[in-house]
């Protein structure tokens, strides 16, 4: 993906709002692939890969693995809106 390229991809689940490119950032950050996050958090490498691309969102339970496995709080991986 080219500088140029990059869009932030927010996906909107009851007000709140996934940064998957921030996900994939945190995850690479952290030295982790998608199948090493995937397997420590219960998903597949695949579901990882559609919550970085902005396909679908992570259950709150899900949410507070992946940001309890890279080391950030839940906020640091969404927004909220307003």
């Keep these: 993906m080219t500088t140029g390229n990059i869009f932030i991809h927010f996906i909107k689940e009851g007000g709140l709002m996934l940064n998957g490119l921030k996900l994939k950032s945190l995850r690479e950050g952290a030295g982790l692939t998608g199948v090493q996050l995937g397997e420590a ?42």
Excluded: F
């Design 41 to 82: 958090v219960g998903v597949s490498q695949s579901m990882i890969a559609h919550y970085e691309a902005g396909r679908k969102t992570p259950s709150m339970e899900i949410l507070a693995r992946i940001a309890d496995k890279l080391g950030v709080t839940m906020d640091a991986l969404r927004k909220k809106e307003g």
